[in-house]
């Protein structure tokens, strides 16, 4: 069974400190890769998406991915309380119609 | 207007009501998919429709039935549910296939606002 796994902590940061939130997954078939943030009570949003070993950047976010490890990581700089939520971790199959997995989430809480 | 839109955000239904869930995406995917999010579990994928044609159906009891009458709206149709039931309800779009890196990559799903479902 194609499984996602996360930490559902919640792991919790000062404000300006580095959340690190990570991921492993069981289908070595898995070609994409998705980091999604749900605050409570709302739908998820894509922060990030990932397709090739190494580091992906954006803004505050890095994207890790290590596919030889089956693992992926999500790197928040300089944390802020407005970053506290739940963040999804998912993985896309490169088969059948490539529905996304995702994992039951990490909470994140940034105390200012 | 843009993205993916849910209608109710909010639905509370007795086990003998019949009631519906709508959705609609203004992003030209071709792919819709309904998502259960209950506490403490990850998101159950309960149907997808890929250019209107049913692909997945995930063992879902037949007191949800979907509809997907073209490629920007779905249904989730509801009867007789069960206080288990109660959860979010997410509905979600994205391309079909998948679009490569070079093709201006994959940006997963889009999600709706959910409907939060509560079964009394």
């Known amino acids: 069974q194609k499984e996602v796994e996360q930490n559902s902590g919640p792991l919790s940061v000062p404000e300006g400190a580095i959340a690190s939130l990570n991921c492993t997954y069981s289908d070595r078939g898995s070609q994409s890769f998705f980091w999604y943030r749900q605050y409570s009570g709302k739908s998820p949003e894509l922060i990030m998406s990932?397709?090739?070993?190494g580091d992906k950047e954006d803004g505050r976010f890095t994207a890790q991915l290590n596919k030889a490890s089956q693992y992926v990581s999500l790197l928040i700089r300089d944390s802020q309380p407005s970053d506290s939520a739940t963040y999804l971790c998912?993985?896309?199959?490169?088969?059948?119609?490539?529905?996304?997995?995702f994992g039951k989430g990490t909470m994140l809480l940034v105390s200012p | 207007e843009t993205g993916v839109t849910q209608t109710p955000r909010h639905l509370v239904m007795g086990m003998t009501n019949k009631k519906s869930l709508k959705c609609e995406q203004h992003l030209g995917h071709n792919a819709m998919y309904w998502y259960k999010q209950s506490a403490k579990k990850p998101l159950e994928l309960m149907f997808v429709y890929s250019l209107e044609e049913r692909v997945e159906n995930n063992s879902v009891p037949s007191r949800f039935s979907p509809e997907c009458p073209n490629s920007s709206h779905l249904f989730l149709h509801l009867h007789t549910l069960q206080p288990e039931d109660s959860a979010l309800y997410l509905c979600a779009s994205s391309h079909f296939p998948p679009r490569s890196a070079t093709a201006g990559g994959d940006y997963g799903y889009t999600f709706g606002s959910g409907t939060r479902l509560t079964v009394v």
């Open positions: 990932i397709y090739s070993n």
């Open positions: 998912a993985g896309r199959p490169n088969s059948g119609y490539s529905t996304l997995t």
